[in-house]
């Protein structure tokens, strides 16, 4: 049976290591990149109880009353609650996927920022737009939102030594020390400067048993999460152990693979902004998640994603590369994502 590459990215992560092993990784990161838009990630320095905690909190949190998890509800941006449409609890089918809801539950979480996006929505007084602040934490489990706190900040490290990388494979030229670096240049340092203010998002995802009938041929009647690609950079997703329920569509665009977790390994795929950069030399590959196995699951994906603002459009090395025309004109991320974000609770 086929599996996922692994690939450790600790060559990026260390500031002694030697060229020839970066190359090495950069090389690695191209042929899983154009084959799956899928791998393995270790070598991230996140210890694995550390990673335990993160998913034995999150579990901690869903098996609470729903009383008590909806203090945290998310609210529309329109509403009279003055919620950001985005961020906080959602209970179960509250997500939107291709028009059906999805069987799963969630907190989200997104970079906390201080300055109005782009669309505005109309409302009563203390109306917040979409995707503006802050995140909703939970009171209980009580170390919940400091330990999250700290993972993030080692993720976000992890998603810009990545995406560092991401730029050495594609053999991007190295940056000129001379240029101010504005982000329209095209170096290999072109996805770390788009990154440097990642709007990024978390969520900790609760999924029960689909109650669908067992057998593998059955028709698929619900989903725990909808076929998507995911939005923006890279997706650093933590799971629990259950197997079985990440499905990752391979290039025939037929065959599921299992995506199934390794132990202290994180499960990474690429986003919509890292195929518009490439002009789809690499793709955002398509996944779901039908989880018919014992027990539930809890997963914890990080989005690390581009800055809110950063603009996106196909790098002149990979149109060349591609030999295609640009695949779009060029937008912001924020564009992106608010079209997405819109399209999740209000399809
Ligand atoms: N921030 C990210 N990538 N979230 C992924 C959610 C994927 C499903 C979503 N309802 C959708 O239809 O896109
Ligand atoms: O739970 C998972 O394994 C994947 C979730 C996912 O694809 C997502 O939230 O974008
Ligand atoms: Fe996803």
């Known amino acids: 049976m086929m599996s996922l590459p692994i690939i450790d990215i600790s060559p990026f992560l260390d500031a002694s290591s030697s060229p020839a092993s970066r190359q090495q990784v950069a ?5 899983a990149c154009t ?9 991230h320095g996140i210890p694995q109880a550390k990673l335990e905690e993160i998913i034995s909190l999150a579990r901690q949190f869903f098996a609470l009353p729903n009383e008590q998890k909806n203090k945290i509800k998310r609210h529309d941006a329109a509403g009279p609650e003055g ?5 906080g609890y959602q209970g ?5 996927t291709q028009g059906k809801k999805d069987m799963h539950e969630a907190i989200d979480l997104y970079r906390e920022w201080d300055h109005a996006p782009t669309v505005e929505r109309s409302g009563g007084p203390g109306t917040r737009s979409t995707l503006q602040g802050p995140n909703l934490w939970p009171d209980e489990p009580g170390k919940l939102k400091p330990v999250y706190l700290a993972y993030i900040k080692q993720l976000q490290n992890v998603g810009s030594a990545l995406v560092r990388a991401m730029g050495q494979a594609l053999e991007l030229p190295p940056p000129d020390p001379n240029s101010a670096g504005t982000p329209e240049t095209e170096d290999s340092e072109v996805f770390v400067r788009n990154t440097d203010h990642s709007f990024w998002v978390m969520r900790l995802i609760g999924y029960p048993k689909l109650t669908t009938p067992v057998s593998p041929d059955a028709p698929i009647t619900s989903l725990s999460c909808g076929e998507h690609t995911d939005y923006g950079c890279v997706t650093l ?8 329920a990440l499905q990752v569509l391979l290039k025939d665009g037929t065959t599921w693979l299992n995506a199934d977790p390794i132990p202290g390994a994180f499960v990474v795929n690429i986003g919509d902004m890292i195929e518009r950069w490439t002009n789809g030399l690499w793709k955002s590959t398509r996944h779901r998640v039908i989880h018919r196995g014992e027990g539930y699951r809890v997963s914890v994906p990080f989005f690390f994603e581009p800055n809110f603002e950063a603009v996106v459009r196909p790098l002149e090395r990979c149109v060349e590369r591609s030999g295609k025309e640009a695949m779009h004109e060029g937008s912001t991320y924020g564009e992106h994502l608010l079209g997405k974000v819109f399209g999740n609770f209000y399809g």
């Open 27 to 31: 090389l690695f990161i191209n042929n």
């Open 92 to 96: 179960m089918g509250e997500n939107v």
């Open 35 to 43: 084959e799956f838009g899928f791998f393995y990630l270790t070598g």
């Open 83 to 87: 919620g950001d449409g985005a961020r």
């Open 237 to 244: 997703l933590l799971t629990d152990p259950t197997p079985g």
